[in-house]
């Protein structure tokens, strides 16, 4: 796999101790614009996570010396905002909750298709630039090429004619937000966020995408008001 370059492409951490599925994902995950570690046990996923910073983790739940929610809470512990999917063969209902339970955002169960294990990728991967970015620092850029090209497969065309429709029905999208806020209407508050949310996760409109977590965690807000506001401003120049 490629060195990472920070902010290039996500960096991904697979810890797998099987030889067959340490190669079933790298053929898998040679389509995403994304670099790859791999790691074959809790100690070496550990190591890896010293030295590198990871935009997710996908994780086996069962490993040679630990498991996959002990794993993901040790890391965890010093790199809270990172995303990560478990993969287990285990399809029993209550795996699933436990490795839910345990702070995963998705569970795939082996053996998975390559489409199944790409689209979970860049569900995450979106999700995670919407709830804020994972990276040390505050300063956030406005714009997440990675995170949006991860979702479109690297089509750096279709990126641009989506954030072409993005950027034309934001003013609308603002518009709405304003109205729902000054008649303090809170359902049409909530809708018109999720779907703002949504569209920012998919362009990888980052800076928006946090400024409309914050403000729908508190609409009353005058600060939170006031980043929405500067954010969009941004973005339509």
């Keep these: 796999m490629n060195t990472h370059v920070q902010g290039s492409v996500p960096h991904l951490l697979l810890v797998e101790d ?6 079933f994902f790298q053929f898998a995950l040679e389509s995403l614009p994304a670099t790859v570690d791999i790691a074959d046990s ?3 996923a550990m190591q890896r996570a010293e030295s590198s910073h990871y935009d997710l983790w996908l994780i086996d739940v069962n490993l040679p010396d630990g498991d996959g929610p002990t794993l993901l809470q040790r890391l965890r512990a010093k790199y809270p905002r990172v995303s990560a999917l478990a993969h287990t063969a285990d399809a029993s209902t209550e795996v ?4 839910q339970q345990a702070g995963f955002s998705e569970t795939l169960i082996k053996p998975m298709t390559r489409d199944t294990l790409l689209k979970a ?10 709830s804020g970015d994972s990276r040390d620092g505050t300063d956030v850029p406005h714009w997440d090429e990675a ?3 991860t979702a479109l497969n690297g089509q750096q ?4 004619a989506l954030r072409e429709l993005f950027l034309a029905e934001l003013p609308v999208a603002r518009d709405a937000v304003g109205r729902a806020l000054d008649r303090h209407d809170d359902a049409e508050l909530r809708n018109q966020l999720h779907r703002l949310q949504a569209s920012c996760g998919f362009v990888g409109a980052l800076k928006l995408a946090r400024s409309v977590r914050q403000l729908h965690n508190n609409p009353s807000s005058t600060s939170a008001r006031q980043n929405f506001d500067s954010a969009v401003s941004a973005l339509l120049g």
């Design 18 to 23: 099987d030889m067959t599925s340490q190669g």
């Design 96 to 99: 699933q909750q436990a490795l």
């Design 42 to 44: 809790f100690a070496s």
């Design 121 to 130: 990728i860049r569900r995450t991967l979106a999700k995670s630039a919407v």
């Design 147 to 149: 995170v949006a090209l």
């Design 157 to 160: 065309a279709h990126l641009r």
